[in-house]
């Protein structure tokens, strides 16, 4: 009887035991699947990038978390960046749409963002790839402007470079060159984030570095406000003139990073001292700098957007630097600097400090023209459809185009302006799904009207300090010209315009491949003292070995 | 009565061969005073009176490309900016004339053509950049019209052919609209 017991006792312990076993096996299986899949989704998911709340991309962004984790990065700042998500512009018909109405944009960080995934060996998401802003990153040949017009326009049309049955037209401004001497007097307001998201070597030491650049192409004339903000804010440098270098290096060289993220208190403290100081037609701005985590309050974005719109209306401009990876906030800062009349730059190494903030300062800090606006009008004889290649988050109503209470974009000392329209000539079918055929309105193609005359661009635009605006007007003919006779500013327009179609993976990118992005960048870049070109060519070859 | 008008006549006849043959040897003098001259100047070798007048005001051009051109319409203002290319060494002036045209819905019209004599100083390649501001009087414009400009070298302003639009050479004008705004 004992030993039947025992035995009883002995084959329920060998049970529970492989039980056990069992268990752990399972779990064991389970934690490493769940490993691998995570790395393997690394580089392919797109939907992770989607316009949702920052609550739900904090939990679902698990695999740019596990890159920087394994680069030692802040174990806090694991979520992903966060991008508007972007629904490209179709093609529309000229006989439904003649009008095509957007504002300008000088923004380039979306150029420095992809080129810094690249050089992480990373490809970029496809909401970080703004074609326009990788277009603007460079300069082009545009001549300056006469008459006393602020920026000169420059038009241009040649055969599509990745669909040979399209054309592409070229719209491009060039603002007038200001000698820093000839600049009216800032008044700058410094908000930098100093929260602990910010202790990494390409975030706050890259800040310094750039604001050093910045405060070195300042006068005695100007003068700068340093206001930082992490858990609390504080005016850590009052209002001083520029020439106190000193001064003001040693306030910078003295933050630190550490703490949560508490933007609102920051931004109106930087408001109060810059209108404390206010200089009457002066450049009065704001320049935030961070890496996005720009924490507010989930109820309180609204009210940031509408506080910095008023203060734009009382003269307080708004620039906003990005840095750094892991958690930044591209949708936001852009959104803010798009309100505040300021431009968005990410500084991702010395090199674009020195561009943004260096040889470019004046364009951020002398308006030579705001709220531009353009308006183009196509003629249906010779123009089927039209497509405009990026812009889609600067999209007017035609009717705003004539009212002068819209905001629009603003174009600084030297900054130059490109935008391009893919066009589908006349006689042939515009792709437009899930849409029928008009019936009554039928164009036929006419050779006399305007003949030849593809469309008209009009341009509104407002002196820096009239409510005013102006208006210009250029018309466009037709010469039939090809992509390889075309001028050098419309081949490297079209090879950086083809090279974000390819990194966007768009529906309209027809035939764009590397090489041919690559051949046109060859074939127009000229001179390049500055060396940009030949680095975009490069990033091209590092896209093709990553794709 | 007979001798006398024969001896006018041999008189006038050796009168006119004399100056005739003296254009071979006399440069005519200009005004140095609106010249600056990049090079020392040298006495011009012999040439015939016509062809010398040919050479010096036509192909002294070889290219003229605008860069931009501005008309507001408001103050009647052009401001233009171009580029020229020599093609003679010693250029004293050039002469350029700008054809301007007007497109609408029935095609396209001749509007006017404004010449301009200048002296632009070429830099060591041959090439000069200028800007020229100028008052002109347009036919009226319609606002729905886009002005075109066709630039020319070496014009002469009694060229009895009236311009024709060079479509491959023209040139979109920005005009600052008057009844637009």
Not at chain 1, 97 to 126: C, E, H, Q, W
Not at chain 1, 181 to 206: A, E, Q, T, Y
Not at chain 1, 290 to 305: A, I, P
Not at chain 2, 106 to 134: H, M, N
Request: glycine share 6%; aromatic share 10%; charged share 25%.
């Amino acid at each position: 009887m004992r030993n039947r017991k025992s035995k009883v006792r002995s084959e329920k312990v060998d049970v529970r035991s492989l039980i056990f076993c069992a268990v752990l096996l399972f779990g064991a299986l389970i934690f490493a699947s769940c490993s691998t899949q995570s790395s393997d989704q690394a580089y392919s998911s797109n939907d992770v990038y989607s316009k949702r709340s920052p609550a739900q991309d904090m939990s679902s962004n698990s695999n740019m978390a596990t890159r920087l984790e394994v680069e030692g990065f802040d174990e806090q700042k694991t979520d992903a960046e966060r991008y508007a998500e972007i629904e490209e512009n179709p093609f529309l018909e000229t006989s439904r749409a003649p009008l095509s109405t957007f504002s300008i944009d000088v923004d380039t960080a979306s150029y420095a963002n992809v080129r810094r995934y690249l050089n992480d060996g990373m490809m970029p998401p496809k909401d970080a790839v703004r074609i326009e802003e990788l277009v603007n990153y460079f300069e082009y040949d545009y001549p300056q402007p006469v008459g006393g017009v602020p920026f000169s326009v420059n038009t241009e049309v040649a055969s599509c470079p990745w669909n040979a049955k399209n054309k592409l037209v070229q719209i491009g401004l060039q603002g007038k060159k200001v000698s820093l001497d000839n600049v009216p007097p800032s008044n700058l307001v410094f908000l930098l984030d100093v929260s602990g998201s910010m202790n990494d070597p390409r975030k706050l030491p890259l800040l310094k570095n750039s604001l050093e650049i910045l405060v070195n192409q300042l006068t005695a004339k100007d003068r700068v406000a340093i206001v930082v903000y992490a858990g609390s804010s504080g005016l850590v440098l009052p209002s001083t003139t520029a020439n106190n270098r000193g001064e003001i290096m040693n306030a910078l060289n003295n933050l630190e990073a550490g703490g949560s993220t508490n933007g609102g208190e920051g931004i109106g403290l930087a408001y109060k001292t810059a209108q404390d100081n206010f200089i009457r037609n002066g450049n009065n701005r704001v320049i935030l700098a961070t890496d996005g985590d720009f924490n507010v309050g989930l109820s309180s974005d609204e009210q940031l957007v509408k506080m910095i719109e008023s203060k734009r209306q009382s003269g307080i401009f708004l620039s906003v630097l990005g840095f750094g990876t892991g958690n930044l906030n591209d949708s936001m800062m852009e959104k803010l600097a798009d309100k505040g009349n300021g431009n968005y730059a990410y500084i991702d190494s010395q090199t674009e400090a020195l561009k943004a903030v260096g040889e470019q300062v004046a364009g951020t800090l002398y308006t030579i023209a705001k709220d531009v606006k353009i308006q183009v009008e196509f003629n249906p004889a010779k123009v089927a459809g039209y497509r405009l290649i990026g812009y889609e988050n600067r999209l007017l109503a035609d009717k705003d185009f004539n009212d002068d209470t819209k905001d629009a974009g603003e174009i600084g000392a030297g900054h130059t302006v490109t935008a391009l329209y893919e066009i589908v000539p006349a006689g042939q079918k515009v792709s437009n799904p899930g849409v029928d055929d008009l019936k009554y309105s039928k164009v036929q193609p006419s050779g006399e009207s305007f003949n030849n005359e593809l469309l008209t661009v009009k341009l509104r635009y407002k002196e820096p300090n009239e409510t005013k605006s102006k208006l210009l007007k250029q018309g466009l003919l037709d010469k039939n010209n090809s992509i390889q006779t075309a001028s050098n500013n419309l081949k490297f327009a079209a090879s950086v315009a083809q090279f974000g179609l390819i990194l966007r993976d768009s529906r309209y990118k027809e035939n764009s491949n590397f090489e041919n992005v690559v051949s046109l960048a060859n074939s127009a870049k000229g001179s390049d003292l500055k060396n940009y070109k030949n680095e975009f060519i490069d990033l091209v070859g590092k896209a093709r070995r990553l794709k | 009565m007979i001798k006398h008008l024969t001896g006018f006549v041999i008189f006038s006849f050796i009168v006119g061969i004399s100056a005739f043959i003296a254009c071979f040897f006399y440069e005519i003098p200009s005004s140095e005073s609106v010249f600056v001259a990049q090079e020392p100047i040298r006495v011009s070798s012999k040439r015939s009176c016509g062809k010398y007048k040919k050479k010096h005001k036509r192909g002294a051009l070889t290219d003229l490309k605008l860069k931009q051109a501005v008309f507001n319409l408001k103050t009647k203002q052009l401001d233009t900016n171009f580029v020229m290319k020599r093609k003679n060494q010693y250029t004293k002036g050039v002469s350029i004339g700008l054809h301007f045209f007007a497109k609408n819905a029935s095609g396209t019209r001749y509007v006017a053509t404004i010449k301009f004599d200048l002296i632009p100083v070429f830099d060591d390649y041959g090439v000069a950049e200028q800007d020229i501001s100028s008052p002109v009087w347009f036919n009226s414009l319609e606002d729905y019209e886009n002005v075109y400009v066709v630039p020319e070298a070496n014009y002469l302003q009694n060229e009895s052919n009236a311009p024709v639009f060079d479509e491959a050479n023209a040139f979109s004008v920005i005009t600052i609209g008057k009844n637009l705004d």
